[in-house]
């Protein structure tokens, strides 16, 4: 039987995934499934660039507010809940579209990657490999990782404590290798058919400048305060949420480290990193339907080129 279809959105930040992903879900009779890393977390929505309560009135929206702050969610997690989400979906004549910017969140998503064994872990395991690691350094633990697991010990360097450790966690408790385990999941069949629309730019600036634009509506939008709140409703500025962009920096702001100006100009800049760093990933996927914006004004274009695709893909 063949996978189902779905819809994937998917691009840098500030690309327009939101905008054409409410207009495919409200064209195709669909509902929008997040695959965003951050905005997994609840009261962080100013910085993630959340959907608004009024495009979420558009269009149900799943995935979001789904994890505290103070919660390390990882991938794995992700699958589990986003598939039955677009399981639930499809069961109910929905088309879910999937509409986000981590790669990792879509691509797994979609493959129906098995990461059984691969997130549970043994504390004292980990520690009694963190402790060897120290007394006897790197080259020692990756000599021991390659006598079992070669591919994988050739892409690590010795200095490279927590994937060493990982993988030589990962062999002792489930006896199956990464290498044995990514092998056997991509021969696995996918779960969905992904139609995916990646967006990008056909001019690197003029993603710059939304980027820029973006970050400055944020901050008018309330920015450090949301940071502010955070912080001072207990929530660590060592945790995953905390690192991301945008809150790190305001947060250092807020501390007195940085003054408020460098943490805007820091979180533009860090934003233009991380989007050249989603076009180098989206790029990868061979069959992608790409579609290179030029601006503000090409917001129809947009819509007719992705339409006439999902037609061709037999979507109607």
């Not at 009779?29 to 890393?37: P, R, T």
Request: with cysteine; charged share 30%; glycine share 8%.
């Amino acid at each position: 039987m063949s996978a189902p279809q779905v819809i994937v959105v998917a691009g840098p930040t500030a690309s327009g995934k939101t905008a054409l992903g409410i207009a495919l879900a409200r064209r195709y009779h669909g509902e929008i499934v997040s695959a965003d890393s951050m905005q997994i977390y609840r009261r962080m929505d100013i910085g993630t660039a959340k959907a608004t309560a009024e495009e979420r009135k558009l269009v149900p929206h799943h995935m979001l507010d789904v994890a505290e702050p103070e919660e390390n969610y990882s991938v794995s997690r992700y699958v589990e809940e986003a598939s039955r989400c677009c399981d639930e979906l499809l069961a109910r004549g929905k088309l879910p579209v999937i509409v986000g910017g981590t790669g990792l969140y879509i691509d797994s998503l979609l493959s129906g990657r098995d990461f059984a064994g691969r997130e549970e872990g043994d504390e004292s395991l980990r520690r009694a490999l963190g402790a060897r690691y120290d007394a006897e350094g790197g080259e020692a633990l990756l000599k021991e990782l390659a006598s079992f697991d070669p591919q994988r010990a050739e892409k690590l360097h010795p200095s490279d404590l927590r994937r060493i450790i990982r993988a030589i966690e990962i062999y002792r408790l489930t006896g199956e290798t990464i290498t044995q385990h990514d092998l056997r999941t991509r021969a696995l069949p996918p779960r969905y058919d992904g139609a995916r629309i990646h967006l990008g730019f056909s001019d690197r600036s003029v993603l710059y400048g939304r980027i820029d634009a973006r970050v400055d509506a944020m901050v008018d939008a309330g920015l450090f305060d949301e940071v502010a709140a955070l912080l001072q409703s207990g929530v660590s500025g060592d945790s995953t949420a905390m690192q991301a962009i945008g809150y790190k920096e305001a947060a250092a702001a807020l501390r007195g480290e940085i003054s408020r100006e460098e943490a805007v100009e820091q979180i533009k800049q860090s934003s233009r990193r991380y989007a050249k760093r989603q076009l180098t990933w989206f790029n990868r996927t061979p069959d992608a339907f790409r579609i290179e914006r030029t601006g503000e004004d090409d917001f129809a274009d947009c819509l007719r080129l992705s339409t006439e695709f999902l037609t061709a893909r037999g979507l109607s």
